[in-house]
């Protein structure tokens, strides 16, 4: 059974950093396009960002491309989310998930909180 397992997450003041990571396990992680996802306070989950299978070709919601970097390790089965220039409304839950995500593989996500 797969199982996403989200860390890294926290409060930062706007303009600061965050790297996020996506732990694997269950299943072919290497096999599938993943991504990052958000869901902000009272808001629906969306897209944040996304990565090939081989880490060659990246795609990023307009709000977040040339703030943030998705990237992956297969040989350790990891994602990652480096998130630069932090805004406020940035604040969200944040999860991976395959790309297009699959509903049953959603895990509890990693709080972002950023401050003004």
């Known amino acids: 059974q797969v199982q996403l397992v989200e860390s890294g997450g926290g409060l930062v003041q706007a303009g600061g950093s965050l790297r996020l990571s996506c732990a694997a396990s269950?299943?072919?992680?290497?096999?599938?396009?993943m991504g990052w996802f958000r869901q902000p306070p009272g808001k629906e989950r969306e897209f944040v960002a996304a990565?090939?299978?081989?880490?060659?070709?990246?795609r990023y919601a307009d709000s977040v491309k040339g703030r943030f970097t998705i990237s992956r390790d297969n040989a350790k089965n990891m994602v990652y989310l480096q998130m630069n220039s932090l805004k406020p409304e940035d604040t969200a839950v944040y999860y991976c998930?395959?790309?297009?995500?699959?509903?049953?593989?959603w895990g509890q996500g990693t709080q972002v909180t950023v401050s003004s």
């Open positions: 998930n395959r790309n297009p995500p699959i509903k049953a593989f």
């Open positions: 990565i090939s299978v081989n880490g060659g070709v990246q």
């Open positions: 269950g299943g072919t992680f290497s096999a599938f396009p």
